[in-house]
């Protein structure tokens, strides 16, 4: 199965955590590619440090569900406070954007995919659209079948601050 995860982080050294993030996900599942590195104004009003966010492809066996408790996990491990502000600064947040052409909604597990802020959100659709510019993650929804790729939504979110701070050799494991 092919996810699209999303990375952020505004605390700390993102960077260095995202790394990290990566690390572990190798062996959850085999990484594909990973975006470069983009800067985002934070959103939703919070008052707080921009963000450091990427995204990155993975293939992978296990299902949505237990994806999300990998990387929920995965979260904490790397200093997430999972009780923190929503949508308050963080160490790291991991989402998953994307997976495998998939609609899920799972109320249970508080899962939706593809995640419900993707289309609205810049520093999401840009890591996503440098990775597979022509993926549609609403194309199998039944109540949407939208043939709309990433690359499509960007205009409709260019007023958003993001800018590229770095390629994707940020991935690479340190000297």
């Not at 996810?3 to 990484?31: T, Y």
Request: glycine share 8%; net charge negative.
């Amino acid at each position: 199965m092919r996810a699209f995860i999303g990375l952020g982080g505004n605390l700390g050294e993102p960077a260095v955590a995202f790394r990290a993030a990566v690390a572990e996900l190798r062996g959850i599942g085999q990484v594909v590619k990973v975006s470069s590195l983009y800067d985002s104004a934070p959103r939703d009003g919070i008052d707080q440090p921009h963000f450091l966010n990427a995204a990155l492809e993975l293939e992978t066996d296990l299902s949505p569900v237990d994806l999300l408790v990998a990387l929920k996990r995965l979260e904490a491990a790397l200093g997430r406070d999972p009780q923190g502000r929503r949508w308050g600064p963080r160490v790291i947040d991991i989402d998953i954007l994307s997976f495998d052409g998939l609609c899920v909604t799972d109320t249970e597990n508080d899962l939706i995919v593809p995640h419900p802020r993707f289309h609205e959100r810049r520093f999401a659709l840009e890591p996503v659209a440098e990775l597979d510019p022509l993926l549609l993650p609403w194309r199998n929804c039944s109540d949407l079948r939208v043939d709309v790729s990433v690359s499509d939504l960007l205009p409709m979110v260019a007023n958003q601050e993001v800018q590229r701070v770095g390629g994707p050799e940020w991935s690479d494991p340190m000297p």
